[in-house]
């Protein structure tokens, strides 16, 4: 079981890093265009279904990760699920409450464009910690 949540949580840390890293990129490259997608996305009445598929499978890679991580008992890979629930918690409440969220994204002007930029800059910087913390998790292992 140890080397299962060895693999599993390397995989994890690496494929959602490389994901934040190169959209994180993108975000910061296509700063207008999203902006222009999420000005057209705040006008309808429902959230995208693509955020919500996102952060079901978010949820399903978490929900092994979080068991795993008594597997051998790890406070990293524990803190990091419990994380992982929380920003879980935190974007399906903006999805619950879309229309406040859809005015907000319309009131942002000039703004919106800086909130970009800076989720972009946060994806960066979670991507480079997740391979920080594979890196650890090999290390960690590699030595025991």
Not at 39 to 64: C, D, G, H
Request: net charge positive; proline share 3%; with cysteine.
């Amino acid at each position: 079981m140890e080397i299962f949540s060895t693999q599993w949580f390397t995989a994890y840390y690496i494929s959602l890093g490389a994901l934040l890293l190169s959209y994180g990129v993108y975000l910061l490259i296509k700063t207008a265009s999203i902006q222009k997608f999420l000005i057209r996305v705040a006008a309808e009445s429902k959230p995208p279904q693509i955020w919500r598929t996102v952060l079901k499978y978010l949820l399903l890679f978490t929900i092994p990760g979080f068991i795993l991580s008594f597997f051998p008992f790890s406070w990293v890979e524990l803190l990091f699920s419990i994380w992982s629930f929380f920003i879980i918690f935190m974007a399906g409440q903006l999805l619950v409450l879309w229309p406040h969220t859809s005015k907000a994204i319309l009131a942002g002007g000039e703004q919106l464009r800086k909130k970009i930029r800076y989720v972009a800059a946060n994806m960066i910087t979670i991507g480079i910690i997740l391979f920080m913390l594979c890196y650890l998790l090999l290390e960690r292992t590699q030595t025991v």
